[in-house]
């Protein structure tokens, strides 16, 4: 990899409550210039076009996550995971000098567009090295993600924190983790805590040689709040526990359960199965919710615990749904309701918040572009016909709330269609592309694509010395 990447930067933004604010900007003169190039082919859910990007700088962190995500779902696993590595270090080699990963006054806005990329790369990363069962990455990933901004979280990261915990073994962290922030947090609440918490604290009373009555109690309570992951777990290992019927497994119980709470259980389920294989945990599994089946209905919070499955967890958050969507399990993602799909999924960008906001936006520009490069990016997109007559817009998009074509039909799903219909030479031929481009020391290019005179006065023009 290069040592220097070229056009983005970031800086303080701001500082807040003893919290210091970062954020990345782009180059104007050239970066900017580049991601308006890239807008106009992604726009079209096309992916060759897309790549033609990524030959005018290998660099070009939009680009890297929109192609990693194509080869993902084409299941170029290889490819997928080097253009992530790519994006990753594009972005920590922008990083500002005070902006240490240790810190917990490090944050950053994911509403700001140009933020966002280092959001999904982190994320995409997690469920990349959890795959290859590197925990331990995982996890601190997961807490280097959760720290930037806590008080948003917009990966939804404490839907897997605890799990990664888990799989650790650092029972420790999710009881403290609990301890102090279950009042503001309300982690418990969640149906993966729940279960969590009482299997950290089974595994800390057998290090420490105790009785198992304070984890009896917390899964006791965790089962009659969420019988369905009792029942998936039960389904799941083929536990026989026949006083189920009364309870986990009755059909008016199950249908208490929202379609978005049915979603969370099972995303918790796909994550843990494993942790409920130990023949201990298995045994004090069964004994306490053989104890909920036959006591349910005399125990604390039994109808609170009815109306809480109906009456919370009554639609998914933008960040579950994002979450959800990224983590592209195909059980759990079944059940995103229409809402997640009325608007389009980038891969770049999935879900961007309705409050987004960026230093620039996207341009509508017609194909007769005097710009050679803009010309060359035009001529690749479908439908294509040369003719200024036609009055063909090759791009435009509103980054106002969820990304929405300009001029089109809406475009929700195409994505994955198209791309699980791309040849499976698409990846090699990419990976070939990349090496040429590396080999021939090319990643110090950059498109000549803008009017040198232009933006000449600009508040950010004093940076762009040191972001070209």
């Not at 917990?104 to 990349?128: G, K, P, T, W």
């Not at 650092?170 to 947090?185: A, G, K, N, V």
């Not at 995103?336 to 996207?362: G, R, V």
């Not at 997109?381 to 969820?402: I, S």
């Amino acid at each position: 990899y290069q040592r220097r990447v070229r056009g983005i930067q970031m800086i303080v933004d701001k500082n807040v409550d003893g919290m210091t604010y970062f954020k990345y900007v782009h180059s104007k003169t050239n970066y900017q210039r580049l991601q308006q190039i890239f807008w106009r082919a992604s726009h079209h859910a096309d992916p060759h076009a897309v790549r033609q990007v990524l030959e005018l700088h290998p660099y070009h962190i939009d680009t890297l996550l929109h192609l990693s995500e194509v080869c993902r779902v084409s299941e170029d696993s290889q490819t997928a995971s080097d253009l992530l590595n790519r994006a990753l270090f594009c972005l920590e080699r922008a990083f500002h000098p005070n902006f240490n990963v240790a810190s917990l006054n490090c944050r950053m806005d994911y509403d700001r567009s140009e933020n966002r990329s280092l959001f999904v790369a982190l994320f995409r990363q997690i469920l990349f090295v959890s795959q290859k069962s590197c925990w331990q990455t995982a996890f601190e990933l997961a807490k280097l993600l959760y720290n930037i901004n806590p008080e948003q979280d917009p990966m939804a990261i404490l839907l897997i924190i605890d799990i990664l915990a888990l799989k650790v073994e650092d029972f420790r962290f999710i009881i403290q983790f609990i301890d102090e922030f279950d009042h503001s947090l309300k982690l418990t609440m969640l149906p993966n805590f729940a279960f969590s918490h009482s299997i950290a604290q089974f595994y800390k009373e057998v290090v420490e040689g105790l009785p198992h009555q304070i984890s009896k109690g917390l899964l006791q309570k965790a089962v009659l709040n969420y019988p369905m992951i009792a029942q998936l777990i039960c389904e799941k290992h083929s536990f026989v526990i026949e006083s189920n019927t009364h309870y986990v497994m009755n059909e008016d119980v199950l249908k208490s359960h929202t379609r978005s709470l049915t979603q969370q259980c099972k995303l918790y389920l796909e994550r843990s199965s494993d942790l409920w294989k130990d023949a201990k945990v298995t045994n004090w599994f069964k004994e306490s919710v053989d104890f909920v089946n036959l006591h349910h209905a005399t125990m604390p919070g039994y109808k609170e615990a009815q109306n809480r499955r109906k009456s919370v967890f009554l639609s998914p958050p933008l960040n579950v749904m994002r979450h959800i969507f990224i983590s592209d399990i195909s059980s759990v993602s079944a059940l995103l309701p229409n809402s997640a799909f009325e608007s389009t999924q980038d891969p770049h960008d999935p879900m961007p918040p309705p409050t987004s906001y960026s230093d620039y936006q996207p341009e509508t520009t017609q194909v007769h572009s005097g710009n050679p490069v803009m010309a060359f990016i035009n001529s690749l997109m479908p439908g294509f016909t040369g003719n200024p007559e036609d009055g063909q817009e090759v791009g435009g998009v509103d980054l106002g709330g969820f990304l929405h074509p300009i001029g089109e039909d809406n475009r929700a799903g195409q994505w994955g269609e198209q791309l699980r219909n791309i040849p499976g030479d698409f990846g090699v031929a990419l990976r070939d592309m990349l090496a040429n481009l590396y080999r021939q020391g090319n990643q110090d290019a950059m498109p000549d694509v803008v009017d040198e005179a232009s933006d000449s006065n600009d508040d950010q023009a004093v940076m762009e010395d040191d972001l070209d």
